[in-house]
Antibody
């Protein structure tokens, strides 16, 4: 069965960095585009970044552009989000989610990993 | 960016009720709209895509309609497991955007 498992969350001070990972299984990872989405405590969903199957196209939300970098390793069935210059308002649960096809609906989501940015 | 709005933001309902949630896009998105259900402490779950197509495994009491800028999610006969927050999301263009959510709780 399709599984996405995020890891790498934790507590970090403002200005710090963190690298999230998303391990995929149960499907041919290299065939699918993936996005990162976050949810601040008690808030709604915010899309952050998108990467195509072969990493030829990448998009970012304005809120993270220049601070976050998405990447993938198809040989290891893994997706990453490098987060730099973290701020308090980056505190959220971070999800990776699979696009059914390029730029389409998000059909499978991971369980999320919590990132807390606090001094 | 395309702004998504939802109404109402929350409401109370009883099992067996028919409920309707509205989603509006700030510009036309054709039928590039999905609906997700989220329960506390869990990830969102895809219910409907292409505005009206039921995701595999989703009960037929869920239905979606609309195109362009105005969309609706209908639950024809609310069940206890349907008490949750519902989000619409456009995938017409980047940045992808979600509505603020509609929380359905027990009356």
């Amino acid at each position: 069965q399709v599984q996405l498992v995020e890891s790498g969350g934790g507590s970090v001070k403002p200005g710090g960095s963190l690298r999230l990972s998303c391990a995929a299984s149960g499907f041919t990872f290299s065939d699918y585009s993936i996005s990162w989405i976050r949810q601040s405590p008690g808030k709604g969903l915010e899309w952050l970044s998108y990467i195509t199957s072969s990493a030829t196209t990448i998009h970012y939300a304005d809120s993270v552009k220049g601070r976050f970098t998405i990447s993938r390793d198809n040989a290891k069935n893994s997706l990453h989000l490098q987060m730099n210059s973290l701020r308090a308002d980056d505190t959220a649960v971070y999800y990776c989610a699979r696009h059914y096809s390029s730029s389409s609906r998000l059909d499978y989501w991971g369980q999320g990993t919590l990132v807390t940015v606090s001094s | 960016a395309i702004r998504m709005t939802q109404s109402p933001s929350s409401f109370s309902a009883s099992t067996g009720d028919r409920v309707t949630i509205t989603c509006r896009a700030s510009q036309g998105i054709s039928s590039y709209l999905a609906w997700y259900q989220q329960k506390p402490g869990t990830a969102p779950k895809l219910l409907i895509y292409a505005a009206s197509t039921l995701q595999s495994g989703v009960p037929s009491r869920f239905g979606g309609s609309g195109s362009g800028t105005d969309f609706t999610l209908t639950i024809s006969y609310l069940q206890s497991e349907d008490f949750a927050t519902y989000y619409c999301q456009q995938y017409y263009s980047y940045p992808l955007t979600f509505g603020p959510g509609t929380k359905v709780d027990i009356k």
